[in-house]
């Protein structure tokens, strides 16, 4: 099991709090638009006339004046696999009139494609941070939903360990008997958890979210014991479910111990003064008022360059409905 494991929590927590600067301070962080630079013109012996031409300027449709008039702050996080890929991938939506908060995963085989990176491999989303770290990311992530994303951040795994201690760890419903071994990853991985409801910290917290299967069967090659009955979807919505009670535990905290502890392990692009002085825009989220879903679309099989693979390939019809529940647009 050589993947990155799948701990983002920190990056989570940090960036929930990075929202709450969001929402008081959007007028004055919110990324700017480039400036125009005049270049000085040299004089010229003969001005030549050009008839003006009418620029014709389409209607902007119903969502995209809704988004261009939200105080909605939306935010990218990411968890680092290799220097070449991201894992996990999510989009987060908060909005500050009712301070709830959505989570939309994205599923690191989604389809994305650009121009020039014709491979099989690179046309997943997770090859976008290969390509431009953290911002190719986060340009894929706003290509394929269509909305603006504000922030970013990302971790590895490193600090995980540390970090889910620092908020006393997880409580959380462990669906499935979780055993594996990996003598070869470094450091050799061992999972043992039991099935149950659970306070989970440490190596047991990073098992829980690295699990995909149980050992190999001795009995029948490239069969794996255990695992999530319903594959992938299973394991998502575990994850799912870790991060929400996470988040819980890590509101129920002091935000700037929190922030601290977890700082040097997150890549962001909001600065740490923005998310202490902006911290009590938090105080209205509770898990209640957080919504965890996946991005909609199917698994397809797809031949490029000769290899065939693997992909989620999202529904444009379904994520047009679902940016317009979030933006609130009939």
């Given at each position: 099991m050589k993947e990155f494991l799948k701990v983002f929590l920190v990056a989570l927590v940090v960036f929930l709090i990075a929202i709450g600067a969001?929402?008081?301070?959007?007028?004055?962080?919110?990324?700017?638009?480039?400036?125009?630079?005049?270049?000085?013109?040299?004089?010229?012996?003969?001005?030549?006339?050009?008839?003006k031409v009418e620029e014709v300027v389409p209607e902007k449709t119903p969502l995209e004046k809704a988004i261009e008039n939200s105080e909605r702050v939306n935010a990218v996080f990411m968890g680092i696999e290799t220097e070449n890929r991201s894992d996990v991938i999510m989009f987060i939506s908060f909005d500050p009139e009712t301070s709830k908060l959505d989570v939309i995963s994205i599923p690191r085989d989604t389809y994305y494609y650009e121009a020039g990176h014709e491979s099989a491999g690179q046309r997943k989303i997770n090859a976008a941070y290969g390509r431009r770290r953290e911002e190719g990311v986060e340009d894929?992530?706003?290509n394929i939903l269509g909305v603006p994303i504000h922030y970013y951040a990302s971790i590895k795994y490193s600090g995980v360990r540390a970090i889910v201690d620092a908020i006393g760890?997880?409580?959380?419903?462990?669906?499935?008997?979780?055993?594996y071994d990996d003598p070869t990853d470094n450091p050799p991985l061992h999972i043992n958890i039991q099935k149950g409801t659970q306070v989970l910290k440490g190596n047991d917290a990073v098992g829980f979210l690295r699990y995909r299967h149980g050992n190999m069967d001795?009995?029948?090659?490239?069969?794996?014991?255990?695992g999530y009955p319903n594959g992938d979807l299973g394991r998502v919505r575990a994850q799912q479910a870790f991060v929400k009670s996470a988040i819980q535990q890590a509101l129920s905290?002091?935000?700037?111990?929190v922030v601290r502890t977890a700082l040097p392990y997150v890549k962001t692009n909001a600065g740490m003064s923005e998310i202490l002085f902006y911290q009590e825009n938090l105080l209205g989220i509770t898990s209640d008022k957080i919504t965890m879903g996946t991005l909609p679309g199917d698994a397809k099989m797809m031949t490029y360059s000769g290899e065939r693979l693997s992909y989620f390939e999202a529904s444009e019809s379904e994520i047009e409905k679902l940016v317009k529940k979030l933006y609130d647009v009939k």
């Open positions: 969001g929402v008081g301070a959007y007028k004055f962080f919110a990324p700017e638009k480039k400036a125009i630079v005049k270049v000085e013109e040299k004089p010229i012996e003969e001005v030549i006339e050009v008839e894929a992530v706003e760890g997880v409580k959380v419903n462990v669906p499935v008997r979780m055993l001795p009995d029948r090659d490239g069969v794996f014991l255990g905290l002091k935000f700037s111990s």
